[in-house]
T-cell receptor
Framework: EAAVTQSPRNKVTVTGGNVTLSCRQT?????MYWYRQDTGHGLRLIHY???????QIGDVPDGYKATRTTQEDFFLLLELASPSQTSLYFC???????????????FGEGSKLTVL | GDSVIQMQGQVTLSENDFLFINCTYS??????LFWYVQYSGEGPQLLLQ?????NKGSSRGFEATYDKGTTSFHLQKTSVQEIDSAVYYC???????????FGQGTKLSIKP
């Protein structure tokens, strides 16, 4: 069973605060993703990566940085958090091309962030 | 740009009713199409996917047909049950790109 673990599961910070959301996958997958989930908007892609040291910009990247330090670990950084970044954040992974189940995303359980 | 549109934000049905959730997509390539389901308190999980145009995918009684002519991938189920209450997301991935784009989601509520 594919496993994606996110931490922290809940985080409260103030405007201007510094937040790091962590994601680890033990699936040996190449691709990792960060999405935010908001009512009325669904899942929106922030950043993604296809390997250690790689970073691709998603559809809503403003205010977010990301870093893929190893194949297993993908971090989302909010250096100056704003109330508009209050959301539920999901990390996901999937295998690369040429491997089994190349389309399927495996999601973590989510990290709820509140910016006051 | 690429997009996935789900017009229905919420659907409320009774048990044994027929389910139809609309999904249309826009892209210049030949995408793989997906339906994901998200139960309360969990992350989304794959329900079904179809890679080839005009093919049908099915899982757990749900079906969706990849219609390239109308650029649609509607989700159907003949008889819903209370356990089907969840949020359903239509999604698309272009073969040459690594990213997956999701629709806005449709919340399905089933009255017992």
């Amino acid at each position: 069973e594919a496993a994606v673990t996110q931490s922290p599961r809940n985080k409260v910070t103030v405007t201007g605060g510094n937040v790091t959301l962590s994601c680890r996958q033990t699936n040996s997958h190449n691709y990792m993703y960060w999405y935010r989930q908001d009512t009325g908007h669904g899942l929106r892609l922030i950043h993604y990566s296809y390997g250690a040291g790689n970073l691709q910009i998603g559809d809503v990247p403003d205010g977010y940085k990301a870093t893929r330090t190893t194949q297993e670990d993908f971090f989302l950084l909010l250096e100056l958090a704003s109330p508009s970044q209050t959301s539920l954040y999901f990390c996901a992974s999937r295998a690369g091309q040429g491997e089994a189940n190349t389309g399927q995303l495996y999601f973590g359980e989510g990290s709820k962030l509140t910016v006051l | 740009g690429d997009s996935v549109i789900q017009m229905q934000g919420q659907v409320t049905l009774s048990e044994n009713d027929f389910l139809f959730i609309n999904c249309t997509y826009s892209t210049t390539g030949y995408p793989t199409l997906f339906w994901y389901v998200q139960y309360s308190g969990e992350g989304p999980q794959l329900l079904l996917q179809v890679t080839t145009a005009n093919n049908k995918g099915s899982s757990r009684g749900f079906e969706a047909t990849y219609d390239k002519g109308t650029t649609s991938f509607h989700l159907q189920k003949t008889s819903v049950q209370e356990i089907d209450s969840a949020v359903y997301y239509c999604a698309m991935r272009d073969y040459n790109q690594g990213k997956l784009i999701f629709g806005q989601g449709t919340k399905l509520s089933i009255k017992p």
